[in-house]
């Protein structure tokens, strides 16, 4: 099990903080399309702030650790590690609290290749603990516009975890789901928790979309984000999300693991 000191190290190891696989000519462009009020960066976000693009550099250098420099256009982005195990703590300490209220709880995932795992063990002790984990509106579909044009994907759930799969679109062989920033998901999901008469989540833990169409919602939130999605940033500056975890979203799954374990030791829930 990593401490905090440990973890740093893991962290930057394996290009989880630190030097990040993200682009800073990547990030820029997000809080371009950001500071314009984009929906594809929003994600479910309404900002009640101005957050013009240079508004946003500084809320990512103190969020995440970018550079702040206005000169540093090209590059590699970098997460300050300590940032990230600080977002960690905070992330385990909403975990905790809902497990030691036994309360319903929501997982979902735009980067289902990546992240499911960890998601997955989170889900897993929390249902462990007593807490009923959702699975609303499976197999419903939802028409998402992509870079590929419109796509009409369908609401799943592998362990607990929500993500969408492109409908006549997978492969034999290939990972299952499709990636995607949309907040459409979580609506569908919360829509039909509400109209099914269930219990409606008391937390959402995921990424992109889940996250901010949830806290734009009211429905507590938190998450792990990449340099390049400010929406959570500022969903956490302004109060809409609980938890936004700094870290690359992008590296192999199974370099997940490590932070799974260390979120359940300090959530207390681990096996």
């Not at 516009?145 to 062989?173: I, K, N, Q």
């Not at 269930?198 to 959402?204: I, N, T």
């Not at 109060?239 to 932070?259: H, K």
Request: hydrophobic fraction near 40%; charge should be negative.
């Amino acid at each position: 099990m990593l401490s905090g000191g440990g973890l740093r190290g893991y962290l930057v190891a394996a290009g989880l903080a630190g030097v990040v696989g993200t682009s800073r000519e990547r990030s820029l462009r997000s809080y371009r399309l950001f500071a314009a009020r984009d929906p594809r960066v929003l994600i479910g976000i309404d900002p009640q702030g101005g957050w013009g693009e240079a508004e946003l550099v500084r809320l990512m250098a103190a969020k995440c650790g970018v550079s702040d420099d206005p000169r540093c256009v090209s590059g590699h982005d970098v997460i300050d590690p300590d940032l990230t195990v600080a977002g960690l703590d905070a992330f385990a300490e909403r975990v905790g609290a809902v497990a030691r209220r036994r309360a319903p709880v929501l997982f979902g995932t735009g980067h289902p290749h990546r992240l499911i795992g960890f998601y997955a063990g989170l889900a897993d002790a929390l249902s462990a603990a007593g807490c009923e984990v959702l699975t609303p509106a499976q197999g419903r579909c939802v028409d998402i516009t992509t870079r590929f044009g419109l796509r009409t994907c369908s609401l799943d759930y592998v362990r607990g975890v929500g993500f969408m799969r492109e409908v006549g679109r997978e492969r034999p062989g290939c990972a299952p789901g499709a990636h995607t920033h949309s907040p459409l998901p979580v609506r569908v999901a919360l829509d039909a928790a509400a109209g099914g008469g269930g219990p409606l989540p008391e937390l959402v833990v995921g990424d992109h979309g889940w996250v901010c169409g949830a806290g734009q919602l009211g429905v507590e939130a938190i998450g792990l984000a990449d340099t390049d999605d400010p929406a959570l940033f500022v969903g956490e500056a302004e109060g809409v999300v609980s938890v936004a975890v700094p870290v690359d979203d992008g590296v192999r799954s199974d370099y997940y693991t490590p932070l799974t374990r260390y979120v359940l030791n300090r959530a207390c829930l681990s096996q």
